[in-house]
């Protein structure tokens, strides 16, 4: 018997290419689900991450989007319909950082992460709710940021964004919940990832002493949080955080 528990399911994962994005695309698709991902500029990454799929069993399709494109969004839903015949789950993950002291924070730094982080959440989930509402059935997973609910100094377009992403998952959980759709979010604390391998050595030593657990985490621990979200193990949790922190943010 197939003990997969996402077999005949089919997901996207927004920025899949690289980090915590690729290591549940890997978790999704190792436990059956046939994968969409995207990517912005890393397309080496993504068509050896689309052959890792397929040598699971799996069904995959990387797809260029830019998730600050609005019509973009859409048409990466329809395509996703079209290639795989169904959409049952949406994970929001892309996002970038631009850390900075607010005197020192342009115009730039601050609607590159509001756009990217927050309202590509929108883009996205707008696209695929209407799908969602009509078949009953969906799961959507915001990956926030401990530094949404306990912010550092230096990143408050980050903070903002992230905060955003939960109040978002709130709202649109309870809008959705009458039909059977699950809206949750994950808050990673820190994370190895090519996001994190730019801060200093100083950084991560203060860094670690705040951690509990007294390390950093793997893209692959939160890669399991999200699919527990997304699994039936978890059908009657809908509309909140989960944090994957080492304790950072209790
Ligand atoms: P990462 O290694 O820098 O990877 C970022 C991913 O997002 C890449 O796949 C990238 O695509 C994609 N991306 C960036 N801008 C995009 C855009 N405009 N449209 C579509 N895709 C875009 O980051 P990560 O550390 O895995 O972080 C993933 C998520 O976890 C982010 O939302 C981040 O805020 C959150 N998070 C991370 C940490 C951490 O410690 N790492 C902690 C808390 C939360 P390309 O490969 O094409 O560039």
């Known amino acids: 018997m197939d003990q997969k528990q996402l077999r005949d399911n089919t997901a996207i994962v927004t920025g899949g290419s690289r980090g915590i994005g690729r290591a549940i ?87 590159d992460v509001i756009d990217t982080d ?3 959440v929108f883009n996205t989930t707008r696209a695929c709710i209407i799908t969602f509402l009509k078949q009953k059935r969906g799961n959507v997973v915001n990956v926030s940021s401990v530094s949404g609910i306990r912010p550092m100094a230096g990143q408050v377009n980050y903070a903002a964004a992230k905060a955003g992403i939960i109040g978002f998952t709130k709202s649109l959980a309870q809008e959705v919940a009458p039909y059977n759709v699950r809206v949750n979010a994950v808050a990673p604390g820190f994370i190895e990832t090519d996001m994190t391998s730019l801060l200093g050595e100083k950084f991560r030593d203060k860094a670690l002493q705040q951690i509990p657990l007294g390390r950093f985490g ?28 080492g304790g950072l943010g209790m």
């Open 25 to 111: 695309v890997l978790a999704l698709s190792g436990q059956g689900a046939d994968c969409a991902f995207t990517y912005t500029a890393h397309q080496e990454a993504a068509e050896a991450l689309a052959d890792e799929i397929r040598a699971l069993g799996q069904r995959a399709l990387p797809i260029r989007l830019d998730v600050r494109d609005f019509e973009g969004a859409k048409t990466m839903i329809e395509q996703v319909k079209g290639e795989f015949g169904r959409l049952d789950i949406l994970v929001n993950n892309a996002g970038i950082t631009r850390d900075r002291s607010l005197m020192g924070m342009s115009r730039e730094d601050w609607a």
């Open 118 to 120: 927050l309202t590509g």
């Open 218 to 245: 793997t893209a692959g621990e939160v890669a399991q949080a999200v699919l527990f979200l997304v699994s039936e193990a978890s059908h009657y949790i809908t509309g909140q955080v989960l944090q994957i922190d």
